[in-house]
């Protein structure tokens, strides 16, 4: 069964297991992981007992607007649904907001944020600079 909690409070090896089981390069700065998560505003984690499995997190302006920035599910959890399950319960947070805005990382997964309710803002277009 898997458990859902909010907290900020995580070991830097629970991150680094869990962003480098899907790849992600933020997993080699798992120190400052662990100092971002706590200064999200929400932040949503999936457990399988003390095992990490997978987390939501989001900043906010306070009232109108959220940038849900991670989701990542280890891969031997994915299709369990625990992402739809975080993604909810990020709704819910910010269900009085104007806008709760992500980026899919890539193509594949625009149809899943779509089923979620997102949909694609046509003529924008995501970008980044990246500083390490």
Do not use: C
Not at 3 to 25: A, R
Not at 26 to 52: E, F, H, M, P
Not at 55 to 73: K, Q
Request: aromatic fraction near 12%.
């Amino acid at each position: 069964m898997i458990d859902y909690k909010m907290i900020k409070n995580f070991e830097e090896q629970q991150l680094k297991e869990l962003f480098t089981s899907v790849g992600w390069i933020s997993a080699n700065y798992s120190d400052r992981l662990v100092k971002a998560l706590s200064q999200s505003d929400t932040v949503i984690s999936a457990w399988d007992g003390s095992k990490l499995v997978g987390l939501i997190n989001a900043i906010d302006d306070g009232e109108l607007t959220a940038y849900a920035h991670y989701l990542l599910i280890r891969p031997e959890y994915q299709s369990m649904k625990i992402g739809s399950n975080l993604i909810t319960k990020l709704k819910k947070v910010y269900e009085g907001y104007l806008y709760l805005v992500l980026t899919a990382e890539n193509e594949n997964l625009i149809p899943f944020y779509q089923k979620m309710g997102f949909k694609v803002i046509e003529g924008a277009l995501p970008m980044a600079l990246q500083t390490l």
